[in-house]
């Protein structure tokens, strides 16, 4: 996409850099800023650099290269329904604030990232992945979800001593192997 639009990816970087105001390190900007002026990308008044109209245009064409790209990469990753899944399994959460005080249900964006994570680490289907969520919110549910990760970290959560657990993992692995989540006892006696 840099190639067709004829400049270079320091030329794009300075741009961005001037774009987002900020300083371009570890490149000649001198040639570059004499590339992008002869190319009418930016403008100069005053030793001050401005992005012109085909510059902004050009910036944000090749920007949106790279959006498509990880969408693509999501797809590729989660499925091509995922932005429904990640729906599905937020709804999956109550719709209120956990006793931790945290909300239970997290932001869609915030899923992705941690999805992503999780379907590149872990070979779970959606199906799989939908059954060990509803089997943890309905353990939870019985004690008043008490304690419950809020349904980003189920999928994804970072201790303190900067290992990374998936809650949403163990219960999948469970869910496959047949496993009996079903904390309730079979056998119970009344104090009297």
């Known amino acids: 996409m840099i190639l067709v639009k004829e400049i270079t990816p320091n030329q794009f970087y300075l741009l961005y850099s001037i774009h987002q105001g900020t300083s371009s390190l570890n490149i000649n900007i001198h ?4 590339a992008l002026l002869s190319k009418d990308m930016i403008t100069e008044l005053d030793g001050v650099y401005s992005i012109t109209t085909l510059g902004l245009k050009t910036l944000e064409e090749i920007e949106s290269y790279f959006k498509v790209q990880k969408k693509k990469v999501n797809i590729a990753i989660m499925g091509d329904d995922f932005g429904a899944m990640l729906i599905k399994y937020n709804e999956l959460f109550p719709k209120m604030k956990l006793p931790s005080g945290k909300l239970a249900r997290a932001a869609i964006k915030n899923l992705e990232t941690n999805f992503k994570w999780f379907f590149e680490n872990f070979y779970y289907n959606w199906d ?3 059954k060990a969520t ?4 309905d353990e939870y549910e019985r004690n008043n979800f008490n304690y419950m990760r809020t349904s980003m970290y189920f999928i994804k959560k970072q201790e303190q001593d900067k290992t990374i657990t998936s809650d ?3 219960y999948c692995a469970m869910i496959e192997s047949g496993g009996d989540l079903n904390t309730e006892h079979y056998f119970t006696t009344k104090a009297v």
Request: aromatic share 8%.
């Open 168 to 170: 949403l993992a163990d």
């Open 134 to 137: 509803a089997a943890y919110v």
């Open 31 to 34: 040639q570059e800023i004499r």
């Open 128 to 130: 799989v992945v939908l």
